[in-house]
């Protein structure tokens, strides 16, 4: 209902019975074939939660280091390199399609 609505729940969550209660908002998910739809819980942030960090400004790089830099994220990314080898190939390890082994692992033991 939550999916069809475009909704979230806000709420308090207190993970042990002394701690303080945080707010925190939970988004649903639609389970794909096999599994249990789940809802993903993010803490709310508040003006508590911002600190001021003092810390000095870092120098500016070089042109040496910007073309590293440059290199760095591009052999880091998981896109298909473009060409004839790879016609049709999709991005490796999409992380809206990649589930949370722990969770996956708990609705297998609920299945069980």
């Given at each position: 209902?939550?999916?069809?609505e475009g909704v979230?729940?806000?709420?308090?969550?207190c993970?042990?019975?002394n701690?303080?209660?945080?707010?925190?908002?939970l988004?649903?998910?639609?389970g794909?074939?096999?599994?249990?739809a789940t809802?993903?819980m993010?803490?709310?942030?508040?003006?508590?939660?911002?600190?001021?960090?003092?810390?000095?400004?870092l120098?500016a790089?070089?042109p040496?280091q910007?073309?590293?830099?440059?290199?760095?994220?591009?052999a880091?990314?998981?896109?298909p390199?473009?060409?004839a080898a790879t016609?049709?190939?999709?991005e490796?390890l999409?992380?809206?399609e990649?589930?949370n082994?722990?969770?996956?692992?708990?609705y297998?033991?609920?299945?069980?």
């Amino acid at each position: 209902a939550m999916l069809a609505e475009g909704v979230v729940l806000v709420a308090r969550y207190c993970f042990r019975q002394n701690a303080q209660p945080r707010m925190v908002a939970l988004f649903p998910r639609q389970g794909s074939a096999g599994f249990a739809a789940t809802m993903d819980m993010q803490y709310m942030p508040f003006l508590e939660d911002i600190r001021e960090w003092s810390c000095a400004s870092l120098p500016a790089p070089t042109p040496p280091q910007r073309v590293a830099a440059a290199a760095l994220v591009e052999a880091m990314l998981l896109e298909p390199v473009s060409g004839a080898a790879t016609a049709g190939a999709e991005e490796m390890l999409r992380p809206e399609e990649t589930p949370n082994p722990g969770l996956a692992r708990f609705y297998n033991l609920l299945v069980q």
